[in-house]
């Protein structure tokens, strides 16, 4: 009786399916993509530019030392302080000598209002920790948005985000700009 050998399983279609298999997992298969911070940097500076002189109550300066201590206007505060802080620096306050300068603008559909002359002044420590200055940054730019936000609700009816006439949305970027100045990292005191 003659034996019959084992039947072999065809292979020669195997690298086909397994490379079919393959495109199909890198096709479908989403990728989480790195979000950064959404900022317009300003122009360079002309070469004969002179410095600009800003007076010292429309600057908040914020302070960011080596142990992520912040400090507002030489005061330590916590991070959960500072979105409100902030808004309350960017809202104008009319007739308000500790406030920073407001002035009256014509802005298109918002008509005359009042806008602040604020800037922010942020400076971190060399070691200050990249969680505490993306914190920092986005409370700041949550302040913003928010002020945003109520304008756009008071004047318009509607959150800023639902806006879809970009007369109304660039008014109300220019009623609340982000006037944010960063300073080159530094060693500040680590208290």
């Known amino acids: 009786m003659a034996r019959r050998g ?3 399983i065809n292979a020669g279609s195997m690298a086909d399916i397994a490379f079919l298999l393959l495109v199909f997992f890198l096709v479908t298969t989403t990728m989480d993509v790195d979000t950064g911070l959404i900022r317009r940097l300003p122009p360079p500076p002309e070469k004969d530019q002179k410095d600009i002189d800003i007076k010292e109550r429309n600057i908040l300066k914020i302070l ?36 920073p300068e407001v002035k009256t603008e014509v802005i298109g559909p918002l008509g005359e209002i009042y806008t602040s002359k604020g800037v922010i002044s942020l400076k971190n420590a060399r070691g200050t920790s990249y969680n505490m200055y993306i914190s920092i940054q986005n409370e700041l730019a949550a302040a913003v948005n928010e002020l ?42 680590g208290n």
């Open 148 to 189: 945003r936000d109520e304008l756009s609700r008071s004047k318009f009816g509607k959150s800023y985000a639902d806006l879809t006439d970009e007369d109304q949305i660039k008014a109300v970027n220019k009623a609340y700009p982000m006037k944010i100045s960063e300073a080159e990292p530094e060693t500040i005191g």
């Open 64 to 99: 960011v030392n080596s142990h992520d201590k912040i400090q507002l206007d030489g005061k330590g505060i916590d991070i959960s302080m500072l979105r409100a802080e902030a808004k309350d620096f960017f809202r104008p306050h009319p007739g308000d000598e500790s406030k």
């Open 6 to 8: 084992t039947p072999e």
